[in-house]
């Protein structure tokens, strides 16, 4: 069975410039979770979505934004992009909202220059 | 405030000299903890989930333990290809949509 699917993995953007990631959850998965995840550090919540619903939002800006698409697939948007938004952005995927069977793709490594 | 604490921040480990590491948690109630192992430029690989006090779980050579305030993950006579940062997070009845995850502890194991 595929595992939690992201992409790009790797990315370089300008200063100010938009990015869009993406991750397809394992088959059977109703909730996608973001994470940011600064080298050194651990991974700080982004968003959850559930049924397409957005759960939950963590302590970030608006220029962060996500959906989920009937498929059970997400989008992450990142506007107007800082040099502090380079990371790992990590994508979850849980059976339920309650992050049963909850596991982490491989990333997209963000660099903004 | 921190909620999830871990600790050491790095341990270094000789092949076959076991040790532990600690996760203190402060949270209102508690849904589950996580313990996740991270390769370097990785995403984390789920390990354990325990849900209740005196609660413990086993694979290979790790065995996770938890108590009312905290975690421990015992790593048995490691070997080299356990070097890893080891994180854990809590999963809160409130505020139920997400994980808090501590910093991590960095562990290498010598040949």
């Known amino acids: 069975d595929a595992g939690v699917t992201q992409s790009p993995t790797h990315l370089i953007k300008t200063r100010g410039q938009h990015v869009t990631l993406r991750c397809s959850p394992i088959?059977?998965?109703?909730?996608v979770s973001w994470y940011q995840q600064v080298l050194g550090q651990g991974p700080q919540f982004i968003f959850q979505y559930y049924e397409k619903e957005e759960r939950g939002r963590g302590n970030f800006p608006d220029r962060f934004s996500a959906r989920q698409f009937p498929n059970y697939s997400s989008e992450l948007n990142v506007n107007a992009l800082l040099l502090g938004d380079s990371a790992l952005y990590l994508c979850a995927s849980s059976l339920d909202r309650g992050y049963t069977e909850a596991f982490f793709g491989q990333g997209t490594r963000l660099t903004v220059v | 405030e921190d909620q999830v604490t871990q600790s050491p921040e790095a341990l270094r480990l000789q092949e076959g000299e076991s040790s532990s590491l600690n996760c203190s948690y402060t949270?209102?109630?508690?849904?589950?903890l996580f313990w996740y192992r991270q390769d370097p430029g990785k995403g984390p690989e789920f390990l354990f989930t325990?849900?209740?006090a005196g609660e413990e779980k086993e694979k290979e050579r790790l065995k996770a333990t938890l108590t009312k305030k905290e975690s421990f993950l015992h790593i048995t006579a490691p070997k080299p290809e356990d070097s890893a940062t080891y994180l854990c997070?809590?999963?809160?009845?409130?505020?139920?949509?997400?994980?808090?995850f501590g910093a991590g502890t960095t562990v290498t194991v010598r040949a």
């Open positions: 088959s059977g998965h109703k909730s």
């Open positions: 325990l849900y209740s």
């Open positions: 949270v209102s109630g508690l849904r589950g």
């Open positions: 997070a809590v999963h809160e009845l409130f505020n139920d949509y997400k994980l808090s």
